[in-house]
Structure formats: C-alpha cells, structure tokens
C-alpha cells in the first residue's frame, strides 16, 4: 500500500530541496526510490539521494548508452528496487552497493508488463509469466498462453496463467497454484476461457456463473486460494484502468486495500469485507461507475462511465469520484486526464496537464472545486516516490 503524503492544506511555498549533481548530468529525473531514498537519473549516471535532506549518498554510472534508468518500484527489502530502463530491459538495483543486476530478456522487451508485490516481480508476456526475486533470480516460471499482454497492478497476490482451457491463479512468491477453472467443464465447454477476477491486497475476487450474466455473483478469496465470502448478486467487480501519468511508464499502479466493487443498476461503488461479504463503504454516483484509476493509501478513485454517445451528461456530474475505502471520507472532481499523486487523509493531490506543463492541484473532501492550484515548469516531471512529491529534481512536499 502507497504511503500518505505530508499535509498539504496550502501549496507548498518553496522546495524542500532541490539537487545539485556534482557534474553536468543532462536532464535530471527523479524515477524512483522508497520512503528513505530516490534515485535521480540523468544521461549517463544516478545519483541516489537521502530523501529527507537531498543529499547525495552515492552515485552509479551505467557506460551503455540508451541505458539510463525510467522507472523504478520498491520491493519490501528497503535496499532492493526493479527498475526498466530505457532499452526496455529490466534489472535490479541494490541501493546499498549500487550494484546492477540485470533480469534474463523476456521473449519480447517491447511486450512485456512488470508488477512487483513483497520480494517478487513478475515479468508477464503473451507466452510466458515469470517471477524474479530481489536479488534477480529466477523463482518460477509458467505458461502465458494469453491473446494479449496484460498488466497488473502492484501488490497483487495472484498472476493468472492459461494452458489451453483451464485457468489459473497463481501466488507470486511462490508460483504455487491457489485457484483452477477448466473451462472445458462448463455448461458451455466450446467457449474461450473467459475468467472474471480482480485482486486486492489480501486475495482476490472472481465473477462466479458469468455464463449467464443474470446469475453472476462474486466470490471472495484470501491470498492463499481459501473461498471466504461471497457477495450478493448484482455486484461486480471494479476494473483496474491505467492512470495518465503511468501509462506514460508502461504500468499501472497499486493495488486496493479492499475489493471494489460496482453496481450498474443502483449506480454505486462500494469497498467490501472479504471476510463477510458486506459493502463496508458504498458511494453514489451520477451515472454508471466505471474503473479504478488510482488507489493512493487507503483512498481509491473511481471513474464515471461515459454517458451514450447523443445524449446529455448531468450537469452535477463529476468524471471522478474519490474515497477512504474504510471511512467514506472522499470527494470528487472533474479533471482531464489527471495524475493521481496521493492523499494527506483529508485532501486529494492530483497533476493536471496544461499545454506543455502542469498544475499542481489540490482538492478537499467534498470540495468539487479545487483548494488550491500551483503551476508547474514542466509536464512530465511529477512523481510520487515513497509517499513524497518530487518535480524533476526538486522535492516539493
């Protein structure tokens, strides 16, 4: 789970800090890090820099060209990161050594999606799912056997795998198997093997009878494949959609503290209780719901669905709406193609393009209308890194 951000009921006056490389480095980035360090990328070096006070504690030259870090994400070991970079190959950095430890190519470095949950990173192509540990080896390895390449967030319990008709779930660390559906034993057995499922943190839910959408119910499972609880009919679950900015970095984000789920016919969204069944938090919406954007803490933000093309939105209809999974505190807005950056627990930070830059936006809860705006030189150097808010070099909050 994404740590909350500082408060930030005013926009922040001054940097906290702002990086000085010791030589010219090119353009200078922040790509990742964890709550004690970040790693500021440039041309042909990264600096890795104590987050609290800028200061730079070591420094990791790569002499490949095209080789400069893009993205990185912690594991659970704090001296441990997987990075891409930008040849589109993977490695593991080790952020007390500084040593780079490359992943094995996948079977395309151009179709590949990567989450990373505890000690674990999963490389995921059409054919092949294969998991590494934090030190670059490999855990396991099986089947892909999908159409496309799909993505999923990080700290996910579950990667599914296809071999012809039978489908399944699998834990990341392990690769041990948790959760088997054999299509060719359906009512319907010349059908395509067609699952429903969406994880959260402590397991995983499945759409059950989707054969007949009538029938359809979810059911709940813990990260270890036991069934815990169901839900009534009429829910379903809530789709991961990529946020803006992290599709720009080829992933997607974190994932919920509770399954979310959405119903069509009363227009809510709701959190549940895995272990009871129960909606824990439900919100109301103007018009259908439509995916998980963000989920930042213990805050989620959920989108609209789309009104039918010809016909006229609700005028107090918000495209975005956003809420604390365990105590409904929340709000909603209406931005283009916002970057969800994170949640003090009482207000909603977002990165908003305009033109070639970006405001920094703030909105409190049940405030439609944002509590402040600060512009921004550029578009595309806005980060949250270990629950703290860096543009380009310089660390704003």
């Known amino acids: ?8 009921p005013t926009a922040p006056t001054d940097p ?4 000085v490389a010791p030589q010219y480095a090119g353009f200078e980035q922040a790509v990742g890090g964890n709550e004690r360090i970040v790693l500021i990328s440039g041309d042909d070096k990264t600096y890795i820099v104590d987050a609290e006070s800028g200061t730079r504690l070591r420094t990791i030259v790569i002499p490949e060209r095209d080789r400069a870090f893009r993205d990185c994400r912690g594991f ?27 992943l094995p190519d996948p079977a395309s470095r151009t179709e590949v999606s990567y989450s990373v949950t505890g000690d674990t990173v999963v490389a995921v192509t059409k054919t092949r799912v294969t998991a590494y540990d934090d030190t670059g080896r490999t855990a396991w390895s099986a089947p892909g056997g999908f159409n496309s390449v799909l ?20 834990d990341v660390a392990t690769g041990r198997i948790i959760y088997t559906y054999d299509a060719g034993k359906t009512r319907y057995p010349e059908q395509s093997v067609n699952i429903e499922w969406t994880p959260f943190a402590s397991g995983f839910s499945v759409v059950v009878d989707n054969e007949v959408p009538s029938d359809a119910h979810v059911d709940f499972y813990d990260s270890a494949g036991k069934k815990t609880s169901s839900a009534a009919p009429g829910w379903l679950p809530a789709e991961y959609g990529p946020s803006p900015a992290l599709t720009r970095l080829l992933r997607m984000g974190t994932v919920t503290p509770l399954p979310l789920l959405t119903n069509d016919d009363t227009k809510q969204v709701a959190s549940f209780d895995p272990a009871t069944g129960k909606p824990v938090v439900t919100a109301q919406l103007d018009t259908e719901p439509g995916v998980i954007m963000a989920a930042v ?34 709000g909603s807005f209406n931005q283009d193609f916002p970057n969800y950056l994170g949640t003090d627990g009482e207000r909603m930070l977002l990165g908003v393009d305009r033109d070639r830059t970006t ?10 209308d944002p509590l402040w705006r600060m512009p921004l030189e550029s ?19």
């Not at 906290?16 to 990086?19: A, E, G, I, L, P």
């Open 297 to 330: 803490s213990t805050t989620v933000v959920v989108s609209h669905r789309p009104p039918p093309p010809g016909s006229s939105p609700s005028a107090s209809a918000n495209d975005l709406v956003w809420f604390d999974v365990y105590d409904g505190s929340g």
């Open 16 to 19: 906290k800090w702002v990086f």
């Open 359 to 368: 405001d920094l936006v703030a909105y409190g809860a049940d405030d439609t």
């Open 151 to 170: 993505d999923f967030p990080d700290g996910t319990p579950a990667i599914p795998s296809i071999s012809g008709t039978v489908f399944t779930l699998r």
């Open 76 to 102: 659970r070991n704090p001296n441990k990161l997987f990075c891409t970079l930008d040849n589109d190959s993977a490695a593991v950095l080790d952020v007390a050594t500084g040593a780079v430890t490359d």
């Open 1 to 8: 789970m994404t740590p909350e951000l500082p408060s930030f």
């Open 379 to 397: 578009s595309i150097g806005l980060r949250v890194i270990g629950g703290k808010v860096y543009d380009g070099k310089r660390r704003l909050l």
